[in-house]
C-alpha cells in the first residue's frame, strides 16, 4: 500500500528542485494541524499558536534569504 506512493514521491523528487521539496515539507504537517483543527476539533492553546508561528517564522526567513540570494546572482 505505501510503494507506490512512494515511488510517485522519489520520481517527483528527482525532477524538482530541492528548494520546492522543502516547501512541501512544511505544507503537509501544516495542511494535517488544520484538519486536526478544523475538522476533528482538537484543542488549539496559546502553546500551539506559538509553535506554529516560530515554524512559518522560519519559512519566511529562509524563503527570504533564497530569494535575495537569487536576486543577486
Not at 520546492?20 to 504537517?29: C, D, M, N, Q, T
Amino acid at each position: 500500500m505505501t510503494t507506490l506512493p512512494l515511488v510517485c514521491f522519489a520520481a517527483a523528487a528527482n525532477r524538482l528542485p530541492l528548494s520546492r521539496i522543502g516547501v512541501l515539507h512544511y505544507l503537509a504537517p501544516s495542511i494535517t494541524f488544520l484538519l486536526a483543527i478544523c475538522v476533528y476539533n482538537e484543542p488549539f492553546g496559546s502553546h500551539q499558536m506559538a509553535t506554529l508561528g516560530f515554524v512559518w517564522l522560519a519559512l519566511a526567513l529562509s524563503s527570504w534569504e533564497g530569494w535575495r540570494h537569487q536576486r543577486k546572482t
